[in-house]
Each structure stands twice: as C-alpha cells, then as structure tokens.
C-alpha cells in the first residue's frame, strides 16, 4: 500500500494547479462551516462520512471526513484511532489543548499509516476526499491534514484474458494503477525504473503514470511524448483508448501506432526495449508506445518458447498476416481474372462448384465475409453462456446450408473462414482489426482490377506504412529504415545468446530525437 | 494528411475504381472451358475445321449435381478460313465464350498434316489465352474431330487422359516425347525437321462418342500412341513406328526409361533390360563436303527380369550384356537413322548443331540441307552400362534352359 500512498500524494499535488473549480474558498476555522460547505458541494450525497470528536475535555473538536466505498474501512478506523490515542495519551494530564497542539500531534505522530498532507482549501480538501483519503479538520484551525486511506472492492490479480500464453506469468493487469505498477515493478527490480503520474480528465480526474527505465529510454521521446500528454484536455479518460487516440501520430491511418497489453511481462520486455509505458486507472490495458508494425505480430512467449519454434510460429503468424489480408481478394481475382493462373484440374473443380451459384464471386465473397463478421461480433457481444454456442451453430449452419443451398460455393466457405481463422493469428487485436478492414477494401479493388489492382494497392500501403512514425519512430523499423541489428528479431527470433545489443529504435541518419544510447549498450539479463 | 485530403484521396479512388469497369472479368460459369482443340482440313474449301472439347463442369467427378453420368465433355465443330474465325463462330453453338487458356491438347488430322501445318500456328503464339505448352498429336488414319469425340475411361477429360497418355509412355517406354506447340514451332522454324506424337483410333469412332463405350472393362473403341509421324517442311511423309520411333528418340537425347530384350544363350529375348538413364550427345563436323554426325550415347539398365538362364553373378556375363545392350541400342539408332536418311529429313536436328557450330559452312550448306543430310555419316558411340540385377543375381531357372 505504500507505492498507493506515494501515487496518490503526487496526483493530487500534479493535479492541484490543474483544478479549473471556481468558488475556491479557504477552509474556514469553524468546523461546523467547512463540513456544510462539504455538503453542499457533494450535493448531500450519502456515502461521505463525518465523525466528529471531542478530545480533551471538549477543549479541541475535531472531525474526520471520508467517502465510504472508495475508502478502505480497516485503514480509516485506524487512521481515526491514532487521534483517539491522542486522547488516552494526554488523559487526565492536560485540561485543554489549543487547536495547534492537535494539529502539530497528528502531522509528528499519528499518521504513520501514510504520508500526509495538508489541505488549506475546499477543492484540494475535495480532490483528496474524492481519492480516497481521510480529512482531519480541526475546530478553529483553517487547515486539515489528509492521510491516504484508499481501498474499496477490486478485483483480484487474474489470469490474461485477451493475450493469453501457453508458457509464462499468468498474472495479467487489474483496473487498479496501483497494483499494476506493482506488478511491473516485482518483474523489473532495478532504482532506474521511473514513474510519472499526472491526473487527466476535467472531470474523471484520472491518475495517468507514465513508466520507462531511465537511460534505456530515449529522453527526448519521453519528453516529447509528456509534452503530449499535459497538453489533452478532455472531460473524461475512461479507458487507455482514449489517451491512444488522443496521442497518436498519425490519426488518418488505419493502423494502429500504440501498442496494449494486459500482460505485466509483456510491459517489462518492452520497457526494456526503451519503450514508454503509459498506465491508466481502471483499465487492465497498458499502452506501449512508440511500437513497430512488426510489434503487433510477436508475443512474450517467443522468448519464453526455444528460438526454432518461436521462430516458426513468427513467421506462421506473418503467413496469417498475409492470408487474412490477401485471401480473399486474390481467390476473387484469380476466379475473375486470371483463370489461367490456376492449375486446370482445380479450375474444373472450382467451375464445378460454381456451377448453380447465382452471385458473382466478388458478391458471394463479401457476403460471405459480412457473414463471419456478424457471428464474430454477436459472439462477442453475446452473455458468455450462449455466445459461443450461437456463433459455432451460426457458422456451421450458415456455411453449409449455404453451400447446400446452392448460394455461395464450398471453395468459397474455405477460404473465407481460413481467412477468419487466420486473422484471429494475430496476436495483438487492434491490428488484427484493421486487416480484417482492409482486407474488405482489396477485395474491392480485387473485384474491379484483379490482381493488378491488388498490386498497386500494396504498393500504395507499404509506402503508406513506411510514412508511419509511433513517437518519432518509424513505423516499419527495421525494414524501412533498414537495421540488420533489428532482423535477428522481427520474422524471426534469434537464440537469446545472439541477441547481444539492444533493439534500435531510432537510425542514425534522418531522426530529429537523440542517437540510440539503448543500442551500444549490452541488453540487460531479462532478455 | 488533414481529414479533408484524405477525404478526396478516398473519394477520387472509389470514383477511378468503376472506371476500369471490371474489365476482362470474367465469371467462372460464364465460361466454357476448353481442353482440347482438333483441327481437320476441308479438303473441299481449303477451311479449316476446328473442333473444340468443352469441360462440361456439372458432370466432373467432383460435381454432386444430378448431372453426374453425363459425359464429361461436350464437342462443337466450327468451320472457317481461319483458326480464329472458327473459334468465334464456334459460338453459334455454346452457351459460353470459350476459354483456352487451360487447352491441354492439340490434335492435327491426318489430312492436315499431310497437307502442311506450318501456317496454322501463329495464333498459338499470338493470342494470350492459348498456350504454347499444350500437347501436340497428329491423328493416325482419321481426322482430327474423331479423336476429340473419344470419350476415355478413368480420366474424365479425353483430352486429359490422351496428354497424360503420351505422358506416361514417354517416361517408360520412349517411343514418344512428350511435344508442345512450342517444340513444333521451335521445328518449323529451327533448321532440320520434326516429329510429332501419333494416336490412333482403334475400333470403331462412332461408338467411341457414346458413353455406353465407357460402360465395360474393356473399351471397344479407344485412343493408343502410335509412334511418331515424320514431317518434312510441314508436311507429313511417314510414320514411325516401334524401334524406328525409339531411335529417334534416342538421337534427341529424350529416352528417359525404356526396356530392351536381349538375347541369352538359351533363348531369344529373354532378358529384359531396364534401361533407367541414357545421354546422347552430338557433335557434327564436315568431311569432305559431307556431314559427320557424332554421337555418343551414354546408358545404363538395371535386369529387370530373366527368364532364361544367365550367370548374373558373373562379371563376364554382365559385360557381355552391355555389350549386347550396345548393339541392340545402336540397331535402333541406325534404323531410324537410315529411314530418316531415306526420307531426307532431319529430324534430329542435326542442322541446328551444325548452325550452332559452324555457321559460316552452315551459310553454304542451308539450301541443299536434305541431300547433304542423306549423305551424312553417323559416328555412333554407344556406352552400355549395367547397373544392377535387380534383388537377386541368379535367376531358378537351372543352367540350360
């Protein structure tokens, strides 16, 4: 609990300047005043707290001021018990205590549960109550003295359920940022691993940590990247998709520039890649930035498998790329263009099952495809319990009773679900959203110029990916830039041993930030 | 790229896309696939007739429509000066335009070939669908149609089966070469003479169209290789048949497995020598105004059967098998040697080596090339060799027999 602590005080003094409330009065000396202004603040709402003491012989009146749900109860009946203690120990010793003596015990004594500090002001007495803290206002003292006591339910360290891996931690991120800063830090026991933390939101307010491992990271990223980071003004950060959409670079580009994970060791590795971590309060999902295309297509396990089958599985995985994005375009070119391409007995055997099937191929396709898309998002959408139920029946009884009825052809249902299956190969989901998107738009361009079409429009997107930077980094490093370094780990994964230097995120020629530092020096023991 | 850029990039795409207007595509049913072409002079009209075998897709064998039983081709004929026309105004009779570029076979009538084929090519190399690597056979004792109408048992495609056909007797027998369109034009227009693969009908070409031929074991009416049939300026002369046909092959350096009898003291014929891997290479030079062939043919055969006695395990008997094997091989040679001699026809393509080689004395020779060939010389080396008897060495048969 104490990195919570920790966290919590530097928000609230990053966010202090940031507060944009009007009626900003000072705490008033009559506690009966401030807990009204409280009130009515809050809008009399039920779950804050107000205990009031009388300590000394009714000499000093004091009050502690909490929220219930987001507090955590142990910690404020302890934190109340230090002023209680206060009492038993002057019992009968002092017939009256000014309110500064009161004051002085608590900030020396009694708050030994955290770090605290002094509000002087209704908002930042708010911002503190509203983080989960216990307010102690003391009758006649214009002050109050607040100690972190957050808690309230959350949900327990489980395991990764959207990247999961056969062999590693199980541990995956929980909505607290806490936790999963902790979490990190257990991977990586190192002093240069630093923090940042800031509060975004106008009003959500929500804790921001920025992690990077000092001297691995690019400085002149980091300080790019925070410069971004002060400059949002929203109202709301409810999840880390909206810092990612916010920040990207290149907003127009149907690929995504940020990386997420919810695996803590997949943020380690990273990290010790020089990436920046970004942590949001609330959500399992850590942004990683700046990423590369061929990022979003390697896992943790890679390191964790032995380097001959991880490197296979890598380039499997690059062979899903191309079929989830290429299938069916090229099967509706060849059919419609390029007959000649195919080998005769298969030509006969696709004429034959085509024979009857009253659409076009291209029309059979994207129908087809609407298809599997529908069954895939309601067996997303769907309760769990029957989700997967309807989309297994949904696609057995829609491909063959298509195929029965003569609607769309066998061949057809193969490649549209090796298309499907082969997009779910794509480790990280947003880029596998957004092949499943273009994938519909080549299978246009299929449709009207065959594969000459399909050519140019490859032409058209590596030289669009190749423009793409993530923070200042090129996209499609190490192939273009070109860093043979960076080759022994994209398609495939060299044996640990090989990999001697750091992965370069940045080329000497052509970058505006700082020489790659991370790249002449040895890699660390963790990968 | 601001919002608005990329908004008129997207929408200038999605407007020049439909200009291409689909063009060229094509619909898998709406096309008509043809797999074979026959084509057959008119003596009368000097037209070609050009028959066209359709791959009929509901009754393929991987088709469960009710059309399965039908024959797996359809044939239409067409009639016209030239190859092209026939075959657009072949679409008087099909539903769908036809598609060549999956066009395994090419069949020439005899009546065709005997009155010159060296003009009917050009669209093979013209045309982008038609493919210069389909099969070529002239039609022994019929016209071209004839042979396109045959239906086969097991391949489903006649036209398949007939290239598969050539195929599979060129890689173990080697009286035929598998022969493109591209090797023929490579003839017409190398120096020298060519030979095309024959098929000929056996039994009757009428009951040949009828499914109910398909319907027995044995087949009445079916289609067999049938040696090679020698052309000399695009006009067929003469068809070779048996070890002529072998030795030609050989001299072409295209035997890749074939069997030769050999005798044994006991009996005629009676090893049989599988003769697994054969070189020839030629070398040509001029000896007083005459051409001298030099080949040297380099093969070597494994014993594949005995059904007479012969010490197997005696290094004197294998070497009186090469031997033999050596003799056996060059009367082939010869034979077709002479007979080409006899037809002054180079089918060899002596002529092109002699051009490779020599061009200037090649420059001089060019028009009289017939003569001068039929007066050549053969320099056969033949290098026999044995490489193994098989899984045992002495056969039961006792010593003797």
Redesign the interface.
Known sequence: MDNRTQQSADAAQTAGSTSQQANNSPISTQLEETIRAIQARLGNSPDLVVRTYDLINRSARVAAVYMTGITDRGMVEDFISHVMSFQALNDGAMLAVTPEEVHSYIKENALSIGKEKLVKDINGLLEALLSGDTVILINGLGEGVSGSTCGGEVRPVTEAGTQVAIRGSKESFTETISTNIALVRKIIKNPDLWTETMKLGDITHTDITIMYIHGVADEETIKVFKKKLQEIKVDSILESGYIEQIVED?K?SPFPTLYNTERPDSVAGNLLDGRIAIFVDGTPFVLIAPTTFFMFFHTVEDYYQRYDISSLIRMLRFVCLIISMYGPAIFVAA???H??MIP?PL???????????PF??FVEAVMMEITFEIIREAGVRMPSPIGQTVSIIGGLVLGTAAVQAGIVSPAMVIVVSLTGISSFATPAFNMALSIRMLRFVIM??A????LY?IAIFTIMLIAHLCSLRSLGVPYMIPMGPFVPENLKDTFIRSPISFMKLRKRLQTNTGSTSASPKGASKRKSDER | ???KG?LRLIAIAVIL??L???W??????E?A?V?GIGMDLVPETDEYRVTFQL?N??S?A??A?PGSGKPGVVVVSATDKTMFGALRRASKHVTRQL?F??T?LIVLGESLARSGINDVFDIFERSH?L?LNSAILVARGSDAASVMKLLTAVES?PA?GLVKKTQNTSRVWGENRTISVFDVIKGITGEGDLTINAVKINGDAEEGKKNSNLEQSETPTKTMMNGLGVFRQGKLLYWMKDSEARGTEWLLDKIEETVINIDSEYKKESIAVNVIYSRTEVRTSMEGGLPVFHVTIAEEGSVNETDSFVDLGNREEILKLERELEKQTRDEVMQAFQKAQELESDIFNFGNELKRKNPQVWATLDKDWGRLFAQGRLDLHIKGYIRSTGMSLKPYIPEGK
């Open positions: 290149n127009y059919l419609n263009f007959q000649e005769t030509l006969i055997n696709l004429a034959s099952q085509r024979e009857g099937v076009p191929a246009g361009i449709a009207f110029m065959g079409g | 790229m601001n919002a990329l896309m439909p291409g207007g689909c060229n595509s094509r619909e898998l049913n096309l696939v797999s791959v897709p509901t393929t991987t088709s429509s598609f570029a999956h395994q669908e493919r495609l398949l």
